[in-house]
């Protein structure tokens, strides 16, 4: 079974001075062409009901003279003259996207308002508009480039005045030679034009996850536990018997947070000061994208620490558990600020992870959260959660070490909530009792009790708790012969932990 992963190579290009303004000139007729193309489709609505294809030879009909078509309805020659061919073919595609997009907005706004008005409820929401403004990059269709060499390309664009082709040099990592080449598109970033390329890359898809734990009991799993005290992102190694080979620490969270404590301190300062709440407010307006930017930087450099540490250990699947809820914090604004933003950076990693896991083959997935912190990875048993050079005993949400005092594994927490995750992923195909799916419970306007708090008394007591999480893998008992925080035979990664923050 073949897969496809798409992703786009980002070239800068080197050219003559004068080449900006013929490219912006380019870029502008592509909008008007798209934009002429949006309103012919919208005074002929039955075109989106056709395919791709099909539509875009209605819409040439419309628009495009030939010997047998010498007077179309909409002629685009009222744009302009001698429009290639190809240039017009990616305006139309451009053009129909854009309608597709705002009719089904259109149609979902028009079933919400018969809804409203079936239920005699007044209607107040706006309908979606038209694109007021057209600003795509023009997307260069075969026949629009030549010529293309590894540091070189040709191609032709609107000088403003005339078609012309012109030749830029290209600077950036190379296209990869085993992937399909999609058309290039010319985009402007600030002053300078660059050239994105969309790669296809076909690959042996990853089995079914069911098919991968059932069938091979050496399969490796890389279990991930997110988190938002100092260790973003706790992640472990271990087969589907049970063996465990590895675990990574990617650390960096106090210095994340502070920084984002720092910013949003700023921010409700600046508010206090002009007593203005908005996020776009102009003084506070640099903060916030400082904020974003970090946050965005910091999601891709764990993910992508996740993803190398699961394929220097080839692994060929990604655990995570489900996010939940955000609970709500009491407490300052910038603490608040910063748990729900921690919190949103925890699914961006999620996301971007599985996007990257993707592309080199290695399939993710999710699991229940219940409890992942609570449960003792070796016997399934409550742990004691403690800090260190504290007494062992109770449960004390965020503390760095568990205790079990059923089968005396101890260790780091987060390391053994990542096995636990990884464990819940077997044991959804291991068990007759499956795992439920999980689906968050909303309580609008209340805090969420945390999950075990009645359960962390009974971890207290000695005995093997009543409500004992069994049912869990009681196959990976065999492998799990470890105490401490590694196994003798368990390698700390080699793959640096410390991630350097932009900000620093
Ligand atoms: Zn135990």
Redesign the pocket.
């Known amino acids: 079974m073949a897969a496809k992963a798409t992703t786009t190579i980002r070239q800068s290009m080197h050219y003559q001075p004068e080449h900006a303004a013929w490219f912006a000139a380019n870029q502008v007729l592509f909008n008007q062409v798209a934009a002429f193309y949006f309103e012919v489709i919208q005074a002929h609505e039955k075109i989106l009901d056709l395919g791709d294809q099909d539509a875009l030879s209605a819409l040439e009909k419309l628009t495009h003279a030939t010997r047998k078509n010498p007077h179309p309805v909409m002629p685009l020659s009222s744009i302009g003259k001698d429009i290639p061919a190809m240039f017009r073919r990616a305006a139309i595609h451009a053009a129909l996207g854009s309608a597709r997009s705002f009719s089904s907005h259109l149609q979902q706004w028009r079933k919400r308002k018969e809804k409203a008005e079936a239920k005699g409820k007044g209607f107040h929401e706006r309908p979606p508009v038209p694109p007021r403004a057209w600003n795509k990059s023009a997307t260069l269709y075969a026949g629009m480039w030549k010529e293309r060499a590894g540091s070189s390309m040709v191609m032709k664009v609107w000088t403003g005045t005339c078609w012309s082709w012109v030749k830029v040099r290209i600077i950036g990592r190379d296209l990869p030679t085993d992937a399909e080449i999609g058309s290039p598109q010319l985009i402007r970033r600030g002053n300078q034009w660059w050239l994105h390329t969309p790669v296809e890359k076909q690959f042996k898809s990853p089995g079914k996850i069911e098919k991968q734990v059932t069938t091979n009991a050496q399969t490796r799993m890389c279990a991930v536990d997110l988190n938002i005290n100092e260790h973003l992102a706790v992640c472990t190694i271990q087969t589907v018997e049970g063996t465990i080979l590895a675990t990574t620490f990617i650390g960096g969270g106090r210095r994340i947070s502070g920084f984002r404590k720092k910013q949003l301190g700023r921010i409700a300062r600046n508010r206090s000061k002009t007593g203005i709440i908005a996020e776009g407010e102009q003084d506070n307006a640099d903060l916030w994208r400082k904020i974003r930017q970090v946050d965005e930087q910091v999601a891709h450099l764990v993910s992508a620490r996740i993803v190398q540490f699961a394929q220097a250990h080839q692994a060929s699947i990604l655990v995570f558990e489900h996010l939940g809820n955000l609970k709500p914090e009491k407490g300052k604004y910038s603490r608040r600020g910063n748990n729900k933003r921690a919190y949103w950076m925890k699914g961006r990693i999620f996301n971007y992870a599985k996007y990257k896991a993707w592309h080199i083959g290695v399939i993710t997935s999710r699991v229940n959260p219940a409890n992942t912190s609570r449960e003792?990875h070796?016997?399934?048993?409550l742990v004691i959660r403690y800090d260190a050079g504290e007494r062992a005993e109770g449960y004390t949400p965020g503390a760095s070490l568990v205790r079990?005092s059923?089968?005396w594994?101890q260790g780091h927490a987060d390391r053994n909530a990542s096995l636990v995750i990884g464990q819940r992923l077997i044991a959804r195909y291991q068990t007759p009792l499956k795992e439920k799916p999980y689906a968050p419970v909303r309580r609008a306007g209340r805090e969420e009790k945390s999950s075990g708090v009645a359960l962390s008394q009974e971890a207290k007591s000695k005995s093997r708790p009543s409500t004992d999480l069994a049912g869990y893998g009681e196959s990976n008992e065999h492998g799990t012969a470890q105490d401490g925080l590694l196994r003798m035979d368990e390698r700390l990664s080699d793959i640096p932990c410390q991630l350097r923050l932009p900000f620093e």
Request: aromatic residues 0%; glycine residues 0%; contains cysteine.
């Open positions: 003792c070796r016997c399934h048993s079990c059923h089968c594994m």
